[in-house]
């Protein structure tokens, strides 16, 4: 129960009588009244029997009283009585709002939420407990330490997590929409006695409820400062830190752990499997791997390259191994890269059977002549490679695809770069009144797209109208792009022109320069229309494929920047019509409102100039963007012109 309202010393019998009714009424039931206290966040001790709870009179009281008996964690506890006191009692959770938190128990009991004279925004502590069970990405979880002592008046230094907001995005928790549609929609139940209003709400009831908000629009339950800048970058340099430490390959949990976090922020996403030793083109599909422990013991008993400290300390792929051997021996197994003496290099080996682990430069100089134990327990063997993809249905079955890879393991810009701002089109997309077809891949690179290919080959022959692979889009640096393979595209055109005019220093490549899954999508034979718009392209930064391309690499602005020229690029396609004008002559739009009827030296004719530019080349022969490159103007300038002219039917769209 939570509450809000103020009770005085000498109405003691009063809180008594509430109290002993609550236990009379409700002896099958089992009480909880919120202690919470945040001093421990602060490294202040806390004391189980004398630190008082913050969040009302009634918790407070209630450990006061011989009945009642106080939970363990040091940050939301409670005071509890009744069926299941004890199981609370016992409880040792380390996190704040986890499953086996008093929170997980309310939750598992269907309990109910009580809040008297009080609102969500002040007092639903419940909504954290969902936000975590669900697994939002503007929060994630924070460590706090500081000196217990127990009920025995023993102090400990002991840690315990909370799930906190990431402040780098500004977000604050508002909860008033929701409690309006919970009200609404009779989750809450509000009763009134005198001038005291109490809402209870059931705690599953109340959760399915939340999920089913979040799934529509993962922010329903928070808003973001307004001074915070680069509000779809911090949202997605967010969701690349959960991304982050996954364990990825071609196949393997860590690809199916990535999709299902993606299938979180885009409930849409399918997640589809292919065999191992499937046939593809010209490829088979290589052998499932998993990797739960690898690492090296030095003759002096150290502990070194640990696949459990940084995933890149073994090449990708390696096969089983326990065995000892001696440092010359070792060594041909060990891979270092000296222009970057301090960094871990990414090797892989997919299709060739060996072991072998990455090590820096300078740890690899420091390794002594002696015996050496080497142990990698992975396993690789038939199973399955997964990969995913949305599809955003239209006004039309043409479509547009973004494609991006999932099988890098902790990689920021090269790897988790593109997934991410492929997530957050796709959501920019679902807010529009879209004509295309948009359909977004998420696979391993290279043998992914080769079976996304093998599969839909046909349909997207037919259908596919512009392309984009989606990688390297993190960092602050200028904008790069990438040709297809004659540069001749509908999307080579709208990238172009969008770059030419949003982000003018950008560095241009040709095909000759690809390294990316372009390599598929535009190889003879299948040649679909796709390009690629990077930041700095893959091979041009220093960091590349090491352990230096972190999460320090790519920053909210840069996130912020390539997702502003791609949704540009996405509102140009959406409107890049061909038109039609349907007067004979220069039609007079003046009277329409649309040119100035007094001539006069200082008249400004800006306005008026773009519109007749506009309808001259608008013969039907010229698309949007191709208006545009002749006249000189911006595509995006253009779409309220078209607009205008249809308005007014001086124009049809074709």
Known sequence: MWQQFALYRDQQKSIDSIFDALKEGLSEATLMFPTFNWDFCQNKPFDYRNSEGKTGLLGNYALKRNDFKRTRHPIY????????????????????????????????????????????QRSFTYAHFIEQKYGVNYRYEKEFCAPYIDENGNQTQRCYTMFVRDLDLGVITHLEPLERVLIREGVIKVYTFGRVNIKVLDARLVYDRV???LQRNPHFIIRFEKDIPYTQGQAMHSLAKELYPINRSLSGEGVRETLA??????PELKIHAIQSGTEVFDWSVPKEWNCKEAYIITPDGQKICDYSKNNLHLMQYSIPFNGEMELEELQKHLYSYNPLPDAIPYVTSYYKERWGFCISSNERKKLKKGRYKVFIDSTLEDGVLNYGDILIPGKTDQEVMFSTYICHPSMANNELSGPILATYLAKYIKQLDNHYTY???????????????????????????????????????????????????LADKVALHTLKHHAPSFTKYT?????????????????????????????????????????????????QGAYDIYAKIIDTLEQNFYYKIQVLGEPQLGKRGLYPTMTK????????????????????????????????????????????????????KL
Do not use: W
Not at 77 to 101: I, R
Not at 451 to 468: S, V
Not at 532 to 549: A, E, I, N
């Open 77 to 120: 506890s409670f005071a509890v009585s009744g069926k299941y006191a004890n199981e609370l009692l016992n409880l040792d959770n380390k996190s704040s709002f986890g499953s086996d938190s008093p929170f997980g128990k309310l939750y598992d009991y269907n309990g109910k939420i009580v809040m008297i004279d009080t609102n969500l």
């Open 211 to 213: 999920v089913n908000e």
């Open 261 to 266: 976090i993606l299938q979180r922020e885009n």
């Open 439 to 489: 359909r977004f891949v998420f696979a391993p690179e290279t043998i992914g797209s080769l079976i996304y290919l093998h599969n839909r080959l046909d349909h997207l022959k037919r259908n596919l109208k512009a392309g984009f692979v989606l990688t390297c889009v993190g960092d602050e640096k200028d904008h790069s792009y990438l040709a297809s393979r004659y540069g001749d595209t």
């Open 511 to 559: 095909f000759l320069d690809r390294g990316s899954d372009e390599r598929q999508y535009c190889a003879p034979e299948i040649d679909l229309p796709f390009c690629s718009v990077m930041r700095t392209k893959y091979g041009k930064y220093p960091q590349y494929h090491t352990s230096l391309d972190n999460l320090d690499l790519i920053t909210p602005k840069g996130l």
């Open 601 to 652: 030296t200082d008249t400004d004719y800006t306005q008026a100039f773009l519109y007749r530019n506009f309808l001259a080349y608008a013969d039907g022969s010229n698309d949007l963007v191709d208006i545009a490159e002749i006249i000189g103007a911006k595509a995006t300038d253009l779409i309220d012109v078209a607009k205008i002219m249809l308005k007014h039917r001086i124009v049809e």
